[in-house]
């Protein structure tokens, strides 16, 4: 769990009927993060880090970038395996070199959509939790 601490310093100067003076005081409060805050937070993270990698792949095909460049290579490369499962669902219009792939499309509402499902069950124990 992620924990914080809040140190707060009051000041006061204080002068107490037997002569005794009070010069500072300090409360320090620790705030811990719950863990299903914490597991959202990963799971959202983890979503759009592939839809970063899926949106890269989108731009790159529309933009007609050449695929035996190496960044261009590498990120077909990680992203084959994420929109493998949704290739063919919509046809795939290219004009020259430029493609619309609807597969990352799909993948990227699919992946969203999955993430979501996953937040809300997380919640289920504690639905006061916001996403």
Do not use: C, H
């Amino acid at each position: 769990m992620n924990e914080t601490e809040q140190t707060t310093e009051v000041e006061k100067v204080a002068t107490q009927p037997d002569g005794a003076e009070v010069k500072q005081s300090t409360v320090t409060r620790s705030v811990k993060t719950p863990g299903v805050i914490l597991a959202q937070r990963i799971i959202w993270f983890i979503v759009g880090l592939i839809n970063i990698l899926l949106v890269t792949r989108f731009t790159l095909l529309a933009l007609g970038a050449n695929p035996s460049a190496g960044f261009v290579d590498f990120i077909y490369g990680i992203t084959n395996v994420l929109v493998a499962p949704f290739v063919g669902i919509f046809g795939e219009p290219v004009y020259g070199r430029f493609m619309f792939d609807w597969s990352s499309i799909v993948a990227i509402i699919v992946y969203s959509l999955i993430a979501l499902g996953i937040v809300k069950l997380l919640t289920l124990s504690n639905p006061e939790d916001k996403i």
